[in-house]
């Protein structure tokens, strides 16, 4: 089955430090670039951060610049978000998903997302 | 930055009604827009690509159309599954990519 399930979510202070990650299976990982997508409470959809298919070519929101990094393993069929100096409007669901294009990247496969509370 | 302003936030609509959902980019974004639908607690799903592209599976009943900056998702005939929370999102000029703020289908 073609499917993202990301994990890693939980509670943590503000300042705090928390990785995410989110695990691919049913097809082939290593040809897709890859996006965190988040939601906070009651929210619209909030992009976060991008990276190519070989890690070459990496993108973030300017709200997560300098305090998260986004990183792959192909060869674990993995994708990573390591989230530091955490504040409160970082709350969110986390979604991991697939772009998919040519040249234009529409994101065509989401995983069920996993919640990050930033309180204290 | 590109904007994605959608209308209305709230559109109530009986079952079996045709549903108009729209979309505006601050600046051109072509062809290069998505509409997703989203489920209480459940990821996003992505119904229309292109504009006016059906992702697999998506129903016939499911149509976009546009180019430029003005976009529309519409459902022709409204079913009870439909009634949820549908994005739209550029994908043209990116990072970063941008999504519209929502418009929530709700049964009339």
């Known amino acids: 089955e073609v499917q993202l399930v990301e994990s890693g979510g939980g509670l943590v202070k503000p300042g705090g430090s928390l990785r995410l990650s989110c695990a691919a299976s049913?097809?082939?990982?290593?040809?897709?670039?890859m996006n965190w997508v988040r939601q906070a409470p009651g929210k619209g959809l909030e992009w976060v951060s991008s990276i190519s298919s070989s890690s070459s070519y990496i993108y973030y929101a300017d709200s997560v610049k300098g305090r998260f990094t986004i990183s792959r393993d192909n060869a674990k069929n993995s994708l990573y978000l390591q989230m530091n100096s955490l504040r409160a409007e970082d709350t969110a669901v986390y979604y991991c998903?697939?772009?998919?294009?040519?040249?234009?990247?529409?994101?065509?496969?989401w995983g069920r997302g996993t919640l990050v509370t930033v309180s204290s | 930055e590109i904007v994605m302003t959608q209308s209305p936030a709230t559109l109530s609509v009986s079952p079996g009604e045709r549903a108009t959902l729209s979309c505006r980019a601050s600046q051109s974004v072509s062809s290069n827009l998505a509409w997703y639908q989203q489920k209480p607690g459940q990821a996003p799903r992505l119904l229309i690509y292109?504009?006016?592209t059906r992702a697999t599976g998506i129903p016939a009943r499911f149509s976009g159309s546009g180019s430029g900056t003005e976009f529309t998702l519409t459902i022709s005939s409204l079913q009870s599954e439909d009634f949820a929370v549908y994005y739209c999102q550029q994908y043209n000029n990116w990072p970063p990519y941008s999504f519209g703020q929502g418009t929530k289908l709700e049964i009339k």
């Open positions: 998903a697939r772009a998919h294009g040519r040249g234009y990247w529409y994101f065509d496969l």
């Open positions: 049913g097809f082939t990982f290593s040809s897709y670039s």
């Open positions: 292109g504009a006016s």
